[in-house]
């Protein structure tokens, strides 16, 4: 896994809000991935998450075929997931001195399946922070054909009022913010083991599945150590939620293991 991050690519990420780097998982990582995600996705069957105090999300496939969580049910993906080497990468592009894991997600866009739409990550989560941080790995090559990501440079400075689903209408997000137009996207095409990181504000999008073959995905949101609830549930299960009051410090290392921490913490 080829973690090294220059001054310059850390400077980019923190102007732009992402950061494409196309040689992270040499071959045989990328076969180790490839094989631990769909072993996990075949495991876990219909449910997207895996506990049963889970909240029940909703599966459709028309736009992502999603499942959540793979790293508390699967071993392989765990080791995957919970690699120190990715938090701190996650660390060094947001400057903070702990990470913590929010939800990972395999998301397999299916042959035809529709774009995913111009949204914000953050806006949808149980906390509000400006160093949320994704991963996201291309298990497949990833091209404007197939549904790649698109980026809006510059769009993580700002925190909009309105959650947008992905499945809006591609235009949705502009009813309020048609300044937005201005921004030029850019496509995020990376070969099979290459990643983007983006920042939980960032908007983006995916388009289309213009092809005869799924387009696979493995992601992972991270949260900046001393997060609080912000009172929306989202991926947590009930048991944590009903003891939760807004402003609590989200540090259960059983729903959220502190992957990353700066040693020289004082
Ligand atoms: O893979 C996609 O189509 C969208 C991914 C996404 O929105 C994300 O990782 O935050």
Redesign the pocket.
């Known amino acids: 896994m080829n973690t090294t991050l220059t001054a310059g690519q850390i400077t980019a990420y923190r102007d732009n809000g992402f950061l494409l780097l196309p040689d992270f998982l040499s071959a045989d990582e990328l076969t180790e991935w490839r094989d631990a995600i769909e072993s996990a996705m075949e495991a876990r069957g219909d449910a997207v998450l895996p506990r049963p105090d889970d909240p029940l999300l909703g599966a459709s496939r028309t736009v ?1 075929y999603q499942r959540i969580n793979l790293w508390m049910d699967h071993p392989q993906v765990r080791t995957l997931i919970l690699d120190e080497k990715i938090g701190q990468m996650a660390a060094r592009l947001e400057g903070v001195d702990g990470i913590r894991v929010w939800h990972d ?1 395999a ?1 397999y ?1 299916d042959p035809w399946a529709n774009p ?1 739409s111009w ?1 914000q ?1 953050n806006t949808k989560w149980s906390f509000s922070a400006q160093h949320a941080i ?1 991963i ?1 790995v291309a298990l497949d090559e990833v091209d404007a054909r197939n ?1 790649c ?1 698109f980026f809006l440079p510059g769009t993580h400075r700002r925190r909009l009022e309105t959650d947008f689903p ?1 499945g809006a209408p591609m235009n949705a997000i502009l009813v309020d913010n048609e300044d937005l137009t201005a921004i030029d996207p850019i496509a995020a095409e990376l070969p099979a083991g290459g990643c983007s990181f ?1 920042n939980g504000l960032t908007i ?1 999008a ?1 388009a289309a599945n213009m092809s005869r073959h799924p387009r696979r ?1 493995m ?1 992972c ?1 991270f949260m900046p150590d001393g997060a609080t609830f912000n009172g929306t549930q989202n991926v947590l299960p009930e048991r944590l939620v009903q003891n939760l009051q807004v402003g609590d410090v989200l540090d259960d290392d059983e729903q959220n293991p502190l992957i990353w921490q700066a040693t020289d913490k004082t």
């Open positions: 992502l997600q998301l866009k995913t949204h990550d994704t996201w549904g990501m992905i983006h983006h995916a995905a992601t949101a």
